[in-house]
């Protein structure tokens, strides 16, 4: 595997499941983020772990929740969730250095909730 | 706050054509700003980044060029092709986090 890998690729869900996507990164990164990606709207930058801590959390309600136990595993688990939240979740990592990075995302997971 | 926005939102050109898109910005502190490409349904590919001391950067048929002062980069792609179809985003790197603009949807018509 290379790069940044996502999993699922693809989640139907109902309101009061819970689930949990996966992301991973074998590039040697130290900081990894999630996005959302809904329809008509410019990506949304949900969290960022840097160093394996939470450095920004965007304003996101807590139905969803990261875990960030290495800095090469990000995971975004899922609770009752909205039919709104229905998007493309994006995984991103990058080497964090003074002001100057450049993120690299994975394939994303498309969640469909029902 | 910074925003970022992508012109025009959509541009359909026939194979072979040369072709700018643009992007412009509000703050112009920034660290870097990067163009992404996304095919349907799938994640974003990093195409070029351009540090905010440079003023563009090449990679094949692509350039990209920064004038921070104005708020404003330009992605130029050469002789189209039409697997260059896709989705293009611009972002712009601040002091906290990366600022996506919408978009511009391309189709390269052979």
């Known amino acids: 595997e290379t790069g940044v890998t996502q999993t699922p690729r693809h989640l139907v869900m109902g309101m009061t499941n819970k689930k949990s996507l996966k992301c991973e990164q074998h590039?040697?990164?130290?900081?990894m983020y999630w996005y959302k990606q809904s329809a008509k709207k410019p990506l949304e930058l949900m969290f960022v772990?840097?160093?394996?801590?939470?450095?920004e959390n965007n304003s996101v309600p807590s139905r969803f929740s990261p875990e960030c136990p290495n800095s090469s595993h990000l995971f975004l688990h899922l609770h009752t969730l909205q039919p709104e939240d229905s998007a493309l979740y994006l995984c991103?990592?990058?080497?964090?250095?003074?002001?100057?990075?450049?993120?690299?995302f994975g394939p994303g997971t498309r969640l469909t909730v029902t | 706050k910074q925003e970022v926005t992508q012109i025009p939102a959509a541009l359909s050109v026939p194979e072979g054509e040369n072709l700018v898109l643009n992007c412009s910005f509000t703050?112009?502190?920034?660290?870097?700003l990067q163009w992404f490409r996304q095919d349907p349904g799938k994640g974003l590919t990093s195409l070029l980044l351009?540090?905010?001391?440079?003023r563009e950067q090449t990679s094949g048929r692509l350039n990209a060029s920064l004038d921070k002062s104005s708020g404003r980069s330009t992605l130029y792609i050469a002789a189209s092709q039409p697997g260059d179809s896709a989705t293009y985003l611009c972002?712009?790197?601040?002091?906290?986090?990366?600022?996506f603009g919408q978009g511009t949807r391309l189709t390269i018509n052979p």
């Open positions: 703050d112009s502190a920034i660290y870097n």
């Open positions: 590039l040697g990164h130290n900081a």
């Open positions: 972002a712009v790197k601040g002091a906290q986090k990366l600022v």
């Open positions: 772990y840097s160093l394996e801590e939470r450095v």
């Open positions: 351009i540090q905010s001391s440079q």
């Open positions: 991103a990592s990058s080497q964090v250095t003074q002001g100057a990075y450049e993120q690299y």
